[in-house]
């Protein structure tokens, strides 16, 4: 019942389209072509074996074992999804591993299932054959051969003979390119990756992105720079081509297609570098989001807490993103409990209700006030932030925390891009335009404890707008005192014993009592 009534957050009625290029993308769910023989299971790699064995090229007496297994998962709930997340430390993929991609995309969902039954598509997992495999409904696909190390010790002559074992084994089912057999040594996968901003008017360097490059069942990762480099941490054969892709996520958090789906940018499949300018359309989108949440968890947060921390009993934050508009006109919502019904924690819509998409700015603003709802809610409890939201004369704490920590981080985020990005930030998400005609949560009210504008004195005396004499909390200050912020008397009172120096007591009592009267 409270997940039925958390709408979430107005929309702002000051934002403009965005001024984004358009160029083609890998957009929409993944295309698979046909089913590759897999060379990795024992039967074929036994051939192998037995062919070199004939050949004379490596002695008889090796026994082929399997050392890992090929398994698709299909969950049912939240619980089951985050129990596999867990026990696979996160190494799962919703699309299967031995067929080609004939064109990239952003999710994929097995088009033989219903979602109205099925949330979550299959997942496909590769675990190492002496390890538990988790009690979720689950159809082994193939016992693979990933490795030899167990059967010869020496790590040269185990290098030597895998690579002949496996060679062999491409040889036998057709998955042997040319290029890759004529071609010595290795080569590791690098690109650069940057995003487009509507307000800098500009690609910008995407930090901390999680870049996979995957050939077959084996895979390498890495993250990009504050210059928008990576470089995977692992090597591949050279002229192997690899699979290229992002993947939404970090260990605290995941960006979803909609509701459960894991989003990709999944790119192309190359023997060389692979550089990326995402200019539009839904990885825009992810792409602001992950800033948002970036620098929310790991960068320059001005004092402010992690806002979640996962663990072994609880999930790692889910931010959906919803490529369209919602129905009641608001651009993002946080909900305690949501979790429990298989919808995001956090969600993120690209419209508005009249059409137009949100600029990226908005995007990330929107992204710091709805994950400052979650920080809000794990430092309250769930229950009590959920009282203090569902009461009308309420609900200004929380809203009105939520816009000033959107407003510091948002503005933080921009102001090195230079002054025009930050009179822009600070037009669109200081509301100092706010008067007690607008909507009576989203109101200025922590920013009006922070800054050092009075409103009432710019726009000429006018008794609809806060006399603003107070300034000097931060927000990070705020934040240690936000336990107690159950009402605005309880505010009140924990203002003026934790008030900065050079601020009166009347000038706290007034600014709290213009919004009591809202």
């Known amino acids: 019942m409270l997940a039925a009534v958390f709408y979430g957050c107005e929309k702002e009625p000051l934002h403009?389209?965005?001024?984004?290029?358009?160029?083609?993308?890998?957009?929409?769910?993944?295309?698979?072509?046909?089913?590759?023989?897999?060379?990795?299971?024992?039967?074929?790699?036994?051939?192998?074996?037995?062919?070199?064995?004939?050949?004379?090229a490596v002695k008889s007496g090796l026994e082929i074992s399997p050392t890992h297994q090929y398994i698709r998962f299909l969950p049912s709930d939240m619980e089951q999804f985050d129990q596999l997340e867990l026990d696979t430390l996160n190494a799962m993929f919703d699309y299967p591993l031995d067929y080609e991609i004939e064109e990239g995309g952003t999710y994929y969902y097995d088009p033989e299932l219903n979602p109205e039954v099925n949330p979550y598509s299959w997942q496909y997992v590769v675990l190492p054959i002496n390890k538990p495999v988790p009690n979720i409904p689950h159809e082994k696909i193939a016992d693979l051969v990933l490795d030899i190390s167990a059967v010869e010790k020496s790590p040269e002559r185990a290098a030597a003979l895998w690579d002949m074992l496996?060679?062999?084994?491409?040889?036998?089912?057709?998955?042997?390119?040319?290029?890759?057999?004529?071609?010595k040594g290795r080569w590791?996968?690098?690109?650069?990756?940057?995003?487009?901003?509507?307000?800098?008017?500009?690609?910008?360097?995407?930090?901390?992105?999680?870049?996979?490059?995957?050939?077959?069942?084996?895979?390498?990762?890495?993250?990009?720079?504050?210059?928008?480099?990576?470089?995977?941490?692992?090597?591949?054969?050279?002229?192997?081509k690899v699979n290229y892709s992002i993947i939404w996520e970090r260990s605290n958090w995941d960006i979803r297609e909609e509701d459960w789906g894991q989003a990709y940018y999944n790119g192309p499949k190359k023997d060389t570098e692979w550089n990326l300018d995402i200019t539009s359309d839904k990885s825009l989108r992810y792409a602001t989001i992950h800033r948002a949440l970036l620098n929310y968890y790991y960068g320059d947060r001005l004092g402010l807490r992690i806002p979640y921390s996962p663990s072994a009993l609880k999930p790692k934050l889910k931010v959906g993103y919803y490529h369209h508009d919602h129905w009641r006109d608001i651009n993002g919502s946080a909900v305690p409990f949501r979790e429990n019904l298989t919808i995001p924690h956090v969600c993120i819509y690209g419209k508005d209700g009249s059409g137009s998409w949100s600029t990226t700015d908005f995007i990330y603003a929107t992204t710091c006030h709805e994950v400052a709802h979650v920080s809000h809610w794990e430092m309250?409890?769930?229950?009590?932030?959920?009282?203090?939201?569902?009461?009308?004369?309420?609900?200004?704490?929380?809203?009105?925390?939520?816009?000033?920590?959107?407003?510091?981080?948002?503005?933080?985020?921009?102001?090195?891009?230079?002054?025009?990005?930050?009179?822009?930030?600070?037009?669109?998400?200081?509301?100092?335009?706010?008067?007690?005609?607008?909507?009576?949560?989203?109101?200025?009210?922590?920013?009006?404890?922070?800054?050092?504008?009075?409103?009432?004195?710019?726009?000429?005396?006018?008794?609809?707008?806060?006399?603003?004499?107070?300034?000097?909390?931060?927000?990070?200050?705020?934040?240690?005192?936000?336990?107690a912020f159950r009402d605005l008397d309880l505010l009140e009172a924990t203002l003026l014993v934790n008030k900065p120096s050079g601020v009166t007591n009347e000038s706290i009592k007034e600014l709290v009592s213009f919004y009591k009267n809202l």
């Open 166 to 183: 496996e060679t062999e084994a491409l040889r036998l089912t057709g998955n042997l390119n040319e290029k890759e057999s004529a071609t």
């Open 188 to 240: 590791t996968p690098s690109g650069r990756i940057t995003v487009w901003d509507d307000v800098v008017g500009r690609q910008i360097p995407l930090q901390g992105v999680k870049v996979r490059a995957r050939w077959w069942f084996f895979w390498e990762t890495g993250f990009t720079d504050s210059n928008g480099d990576y470089t995977v941490s692992g090597t591949f054969k050279g002229g192997r």
């Open 16 to 56: 403009q389209e965005p001024n984004t290029p358009k160029e083609a993308s890998a957009e929409g769910m993944i295309k698979l072509g046909k089913r590759l023989e897999n060379p990795f299971t024992v039967e074929n790699m036994q051939k192998a074996y037995n062919n070199l064995v004939k050949q004379g």
């Open 380 to 483: 309250v409890g769930e229950g009590a932030f959920a009282l203090i939201w569902l009461n009308p004369k309420t609900r200004i704490v929380p809203e009105s925390w939520a816009v000033a920590v959107s407003w510091q981080l948002t503005r933080n985020e921009y102001s090195r891009f230079g002054n025009f990005a930050l009179n822009y930030i600070d037009f669109y998400f200081n509301k100092q335009q706010w008067n007690n005609s607008n909507d009576k949560c989203y109101t200025p009210f922590f920013i009006d404890l922070i800054d050092n504008i009075n409103q009432r004195v710019q726009h000429a005396g006018s008794s609809s707008y806060p006399n603003d004499n107070v300034t000097g909390y931060t927000v990070a200050k705020l934040e240690q005192l936000l336990y």
